[in-house]
């Protein structure tokens, strides 16, 4: 339920739309994806307030993601950059998950086409020089340091150009029994479990049961590593694969040795050699080795196979990449001119060659980007004798079925499988799909087993996955003592954020701050936002047309009533947004503080683009009385000063100028009454300035 403020925010402010957009200084659409993100709209709708408040005429959208892509992410090429009315977009509302280490590349980068809306996730359109120059620095760096200084002053250079708003970062609750424990509900600096809930779930490192079912909202995409992008599938094979390295559970080293012992790049860092570690098995009891890994990257770079990591793994391995394996035979993908290798030497060396990523360099995040989450390392001795095309409907890929792989004659006999196969800590044994229910079974001949079982870990030997779609049934599973473990999605701010009401005898509640980032993003092909060329400034002087569209989108960012979406929609349930990279992020610019919702301020980026419309009295009311919302000051307070200037407000709306005016006298007296004691001196100035502002608008 919506706060008092809130609605009060959301009675008044349209009062004034016809006389808005009677004068408006131009025209936005914003789009709010989905039919059932109800909070979402609601925040779009406070944003379209708020720039009504500057003289835009703004309207928000509730388009399905068919049409969302159709527009936004995957236009046809003749749609690229065209504008709402146009068929394409103006501002588009939508949320990421980053995880656990940022990427930026993927999103900002334009210098290559293929990044571009609709082959790359650049919807944005953004293509700034500077910053595909700083992206590709950190891109081809080897160096911490060198990685950390560039995406700090990336950081900047993207605040200061804004081609797209974050509004916020979530935090959602994440709810254990009180029995669990371990180094797998580690404390970080996103929260205790941190890597269990928004990265990859390691049950080898719960203690306090033997058996642990985790609850989950989703169900079953894909359960082959390459063709999976899915949350709701990475909870089941992040326990069953293994990736090349491995994390510490609180985070303290993103690259410890997993399937991969070593890892050593040649001077120049074209050449890298990969150790593979000896002694690990598949859970159908064959040895692991190098043709598995290099088979995996061949899986991962084929489009036959319905891998979801084409693009991005052929970016760092090359579009003309041959595959070797221990017995010479091999494959090439691709026919480019970035031409890669990846051979195994013998069963446990990996020799790999890169092709130049740019400035005459090669991809030098290795480590932990392809190496800790590639959690995609499948069997060859499997699925080389599945046709590629068959992957998807297979019982490795639904959990559902059995399969028949033959065998190799003379050597290997033929077995029957009913779902995936892998080198992690638990092996598959069924899915119920009346239940909803997934067990894995401890495996016994795990690799790092004996070190686990020394430290006391290890000791969950059956691990279930029960999905379980409403939050209601699944707080009563918890609370019953069927489910030990509850996801955070249950709680997403796409439907309702709030605590969970849990007794601390059943039920213990994990925070997840960074789970999420929710942005505004700018078309910026946009003539007035994007490229400004149709803005007055950009119109009498072409050469600040550029200029002029960030102006707008600096406007754009002063508008968005961040803290009160956060306290009246979200129930205080996530942080102020600046960056793409998040606080609980690795290169996170703490320097960097979001921009306060500030009308004013907006209006003064706006005359800078050549937009000079004066406020309304009544605009300039609903302005202060949002100013006050955004204080954070206690409940009584801000009510005793917001309902005089809403009794102005609507006095004045009724043409009763002279009571407004009364009002108006109080509500300046009250305020020097708190001075000192609930205000503080600036708060107070300001609303006293502010006042007299409304004051001269209406005498005057």
């Not at 009533?561 to 102020?576: E, H, K, S, Y």
Request: charged share 20%.
């Amino acid at each position: 339920m919506l706060s008092s403020v809130a609605l009060v925010t959301l009675t008044i402010l349209p009062l004034n739309i016809i006389r808005a957009q009677d004068q408006s200084l131009f025209k936005v659409t914003i789009i709010a994806p989905g039919n059932a993100n109800m909070l979402r709209r609601q925040w779009g709708q406070m944003f379209a307030d708020s720039l009504k408040q500057l003289g835009i005429n703004a309207t928000v959208v509730f388009l399905g993601w068919v049409d969302v892509y159709e527009r936004v992410f995957t236009p046809t090429l003749d749609m690229v950059g065209k504008t709402y009315d146009e068929g394409g977009f103006d501002i588009q509302l939508v949320g990421w998950t980053p995880g656990l280490i940022p990427e930026p590349r993927q999103n900002y980068y334009g210098a290559d086409p293929a990044f571009l809306a609709p082959t790359g996730q650049n919807y944005y359109l953004w293509n700034n020089t500077q910053s595909n120059l700083l992206l590709d620095t950190f891109i081809t760096s080897t160096s911490a340091t060198e990685q950390n200084q560039t995406l700090q002053e990336w950081q900047s250079l993207f605040y200061n150009e804004l081609p797209c708003s974050q509004i916020l970062y979530t935090t959602l609750p994440a709810v254990v029994t009180p029995e669990l424990g371990g180094p797998a509900l580690s404390p970080t600096a996103g929260g205790d479990g941190w890597l269990y809930f928004n990265v990859q779930p390691n049950p080898e490192m719960l203690t306090g049961k033997t058996s642990v079912v985790y609850a989950s909202t989703g169900e079953i995409d894909s359960l082959i590593p390459p063709l999976s992008n899915s949350w709701y599938d990475t909870i089941i094979i992040a326990t069953i694969f293994n990736g090349l390295a491995q994390i510490e559970p609180d985070l303290s080293d993103l690259s410890i040795p997993a399937l991969l012992t070593d890892w050593t790049p040649s001077e120049n860092g074209f050449r890298w050699t990969w150790t593979c570690r000896s002694g690990v098995k598949w859970h159908d009891g064959a040895d692991f080795s190098a043709d598995d890994v290099v088979f995996s990257l061949w899986a991962l770079m084929n489009h036959e196979t319905g891998s979801q990591f084409v693009g991005y793994y052929r970016s760092v391995y090359g579009d003309n990449v041959k595959f070797t394996f221990e017995n010479g035979s091999s494959a090439t993908l691709g026919t480019g001119t970035r031409v890669g290798n990846i051979t195994a030497m013998n069963a446990t060396t990996i020799e790999v060659w890169l092709p130049e990523l740019a400035a005459g360099k090669p991809h030098g995040c290795f480590d932990p980007y392809f190496l800790t989450f590639a959690n995609n390392i499948i069997p060859k001795h499997i699925f080389e004798k599945i046709d590629p095309l068959e992957w998807m409907d297979s019982p490795f890929n639904i959990g559902e079925g059995e399969i028949v792989v033959p065998g190799t004659p003379g050597t290997v006999a033929s077995e029957t499988y009913n779902g995936p196969v892998g080198t992690g800590p638990y092996k598959w044994v069924d899915f119920d799909p009346v239940e909803q229910l997934v067990h894995l079974q401890k495996f016994n001949d795990y690799w790092n087993r004996t070190a686990l079982e020394t430290s006391g870990l290890f000791g969950v030997t059956d691990y279930y996955i029960r999905f379980i779609h409403d939050k209601t049934p699944a707080l009563a599973a918890l609370k019953n003592e069927e489910v030990d473990m509850l996801d955070p999605n249950y709680w997403s701010p796409y439907t309702q954020a709030d605590v969970p009401i849990v007794d601390p005898s059943w039920g213990r509640v994990l925070l997840q701050e960074g789970t999420g980032r929710q942005e505004a993003g700018y078309n910026n092909r946009h003539p007035l936002f994007g490229t400004g060329v149709n803005t007055p400034l950009g119109q009498s002087d072409p050469t600040r047309a550029a200029e002029a569209a960030r102006y707008i989108r600096t406007a754009f960012d002063y508008a968005i009533p961040r803290q009160l979406v956060i306290d009246d929609l979200l129930n205080g349930f996530g942080q102020p947004g600046a960056t793409p990279i998040l606080p609980t992020q690795p290169f996170y610019n703490t320097s960097i503080a979001p921009r306060p919702y500030d009308l004013s301020k907006a209006r003064e980026y706006l005359e800078k683009a050549g937009y000079t419309r004066a406020p309304t009295s009544l605009e300039a009311l609903e302005e202060l009385i949002q100013t006050i919302e955004s204080w954070d000051l206690a409940t009584g307070i801000e009510n005793s000063l917001t309902s005089k200037l809403q009794t102005a407000y609507r006095l004045l709306d009724t043409e009763k100028q002279k009571a407004s005016l009364q009002q108006l006298a109080s509500f300046t007296k009250k305020v020097e009454a708190l001075r000192r004691k609930k205000l503080t001196d600036e708060q107070a100035d300001q609303l006293m300035s502010e006042t007299q502002r409304i004051i001269d608008l209406i005498e005057g």
